[in-house]
Structure formats: C-alpha cells, structure tokens
C-alpha cells in the first residue's frame, strides 16, 4: 500500500471519532498544537493527542502514536523551543500509540511506562515500539526543569497497564482511551475495554486528583465538566445494565432495551449504544 493510501485509510478509520471530516474542511494531517497552560500544550494529529511540556531543562511528551506522526511533533516542539525531547511517556501499550518513537530515542529520550506494559510492547511484530527504558509499579513522578508530570496506575483500564497523567502543580489531567467525552466510541474499538475497572478510575481520579485541564487522547477538545459528563455516561451505562442483569435479563435483552437518552445527542449513540452494553454486561460478568 503506497503511503498516500496508506494515510487515507487511516484518516477514513481516525475520522470517525472527531465527528469532523475533510468534507468539513478540516484536514486531520495538519499538526496542531495548542497551549494549555505556560509550557504546557496539546499536540494533535491524525485525531491522536499528545501532551508535550516545555522546560528550560527539555521536553516531556506523550505517546509517539507512529513514525509520520512523531516525525512532525518534531518539528513542530523545534519552533517552541531548542530544547531536547528528554522523556517519553507512554500512557499504555497498544500499538496505534505507542509505535514510532525512535526519532525521540535517538536524541537521547527516556522511555517510560507502567511495568505491565513490558510484555505487551515486546510483542510488537514489526518491531516498532521502542521499549522501554523505565517503569514503576504504582506511582512515578517526572520531574524536569520547573514541571512535574505524575503517573498512577490505577489497574486494568483499556488494556492492563494504563497510566493516568497528572500535573499536580499545572492542575492537568490527560485520559487516553478510557475518556472520550461526547462520543460513544465504535465497537471494533471495544476489546481491550474493562469497563468495570473504567468507571472504579473514573471515581479514583475524581476523588484523588485535583485539575481544571483535561485532555483526551483521541478528541480535539475536552475540560473538566466534559469529563464528568463522561463519568456520569459510564455510571449510567453500568447501573442500567446491573439492574437488568440482577432482574434476570439476557445481555441480547438488555441491548434491545436499555437506553441512557441524557447522552442521545452523543456521537455514536443510536449506531453504538448497543455494543457498549454487551461490553459492560461482560465485563460486569466476566470482571474484566
Ligand atoms: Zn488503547
């Protein structure tokens, strides 16, 4: 597949999730990055969000998220600042995120993860992932020039090593993969998804962390109401879905009954909605 086409159908699979599409002008391709706060900014492209902090002492980002990609976020950290990208956080182990790291390890960046993704991304295939070179347990705390970024493993999520990414002193919050606020994610995209474990980081987070900046891995924009309208979809999907089941209804019951019409005006509901419920019966069923 020659790379132009091989961009175009990940531009069609990605468009998806933005609700956006060329047709609307928007071109997916072109790199955005927005500041957040002092130092602090969203990089995005080809619907994949990164973090990226900038310190006098080098840069902290996350999730490279394919070679085309990071080799842009490149260019695009070179007009804030000369700086060295110094620490790559990757926020979990699947590979859409975590591939295409290299341009970063060449200058002498840090890899850092969760320790259950070590054995994840060594099976990387095609050999892309650049494997990490540190990993903590429960809790890690990144420090460089004037900024702090923590990381806290809160258990199974979407996959088994999820971090959650936290700058206590900037107030940020980024959540990638389990927090799509306003959309009903599509089915394919559903395995890896614990929703039992989700909703116990949804509270964690909510009771634990403080923040006024949130970002999302996939969508173009988020916030903290945004996330707790999230917060609120998950526990309604869980909470509709165990009444049914301790009433003795089938998940195929429950798929063809259970409604949640405060998120109707969610992308993906109507398409989606079903297959949210057969994923939160299982998990409430199976525990993962
Ligand atoms: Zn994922």
């Known amino acids: 597949m020659s790379v132009t086409s091989k961009l175009t159908t990940l531009t069609l699979t990605l468009g998806m999730i933005s609700g956006v599409s060329a047709a609307d002008g928007f071109d997916p391709t072109k790199p955005v990055m927005t500041e957040l706060k002092d130092g602090v900014y969203q990089y995005s492209q080809f619907f994949y969000n990164s973090l990226v902090v900038v ?40 590979f859409d995120h975590s591939r295409g790291g290299q341009i970063f390890k060449d200058e002498g960046a840090e890899f850092i993860t969760q320790e259950k993704c070590t054995e994840l991304m060594s099976r990387d295939l095609e050999n892309r992932v650049v494997q990490p070179d540190t990993t903590y347990q429960d809790s890690y705390s990144i420090k460089l020039g004037d900024k702090q970024v923590d990381l806290h493993y809160y258990g199974p999520n979407d996959g088994d090593c999820m971090s959650i990414i936290h700058m206590p002193t900037d107030n940020v919050l980024m959540g990638v993969d389990w927090h799509l606020p306003g959309y009903v994610n599509e089915p394919y995209r559903l395995t890896a998804h614990n929703y039992v474990a989700i909703l116990n980081t949804f509270e964690r987070v909510l009771n634990e962390l403080e923040f006024d900046t949130v970002l999302s891995g996939h969508m173009p924009a ?45 992308r993906g509901y109507e398409e989606n909605l079903p297959a949210h419920i057969e994923r939160m019966s299982y998990s409430i069923w199976h525990g993962n």
């Open 222 to 266: 988020s916030s903290p109401e945004a996330f707790k309208e999230d917060y609120r979809f998950n526990k309604a999907l869980f909470d509709a879905v165990w009444e049914g089941m301790q009433k003795g209804k089938t998940t195929e019951e429950l798929k063809n009954t259970v409604k949640l019409p405060e998120f109707s005006h969610w």
């Open 55 to 94: 310190t006098d002492e080098g840069v902290i980002i996350t999730d490279p998220s394919g070679e085309a990609r990071s080799k842009m976020m490149r260019k695009e950290i070179n007009k804030l600042t000369d700086a060295l990208v110094k620490k790559v956080i990757y926020s979990h182990d699947h």
